[in-house]
């Protein structure tokens, strides 16, 4: 409801069932809370040794494997996957690439999130 979604797979167990999850779905652009509140993001722009004063969101794509559960636990694992500048009329921009695979506590793959994050210089 926080997010203004009226879909009550989202939040009514019954209608979830009825449309053949096991328990009420997450919405589609969850995963980002587990990026975002779990520190992962943070981390991962730290290690780059990113200027978050620079930085810009360049985009999200989630690739979904397995319905994610709550009382699911959900480890990630981020590796950069491609690394790039790009040149243009307000000057050189790098673009960081960064792919996380989700596995949920059978060690099953439920989710791939790909983002996009834009440093200016």
Do not use: C, W
Not at 30 to 35: I, K, M, N, R, S
Not at 39 to 48: A, I, P, R, S
Not at 61 to 74: A, L, N, R
């Amino acid at each position: 409801r926080a997010i203004g979604d009226k879909n009550p797979l989202y939040y009514d167990e019954k209608a979830a069932k009825e449309a053949g999850f096991e328990g009420i779905a997450i919405p589609p652009s969850f995963p980002t809370v587990f990026a975002m509140a779990g520190g992962l993001m943070e981390v991962m722009l730290g290690d780059l040794k990113l200027d978050l004063a620079k930085i810009l969101h360049g985009g999200q794509q989630y690739e979904y494997f397995k319905p994610i559960k709550p009382g699911d636990t959900v480890t990630g694992k981020v590796r950069i996957a491609n690394a790039f500048e790009k040149s243009g009329k307000g000057g050189t921009m790098d673009f960081i690439v960064m792919e996380t695979t989700y596995t949920n506590q059978n060690g099953e793959k439920v989710l791939v999130d790909t983002s996009t994050m834009i440093q200016r210089r």
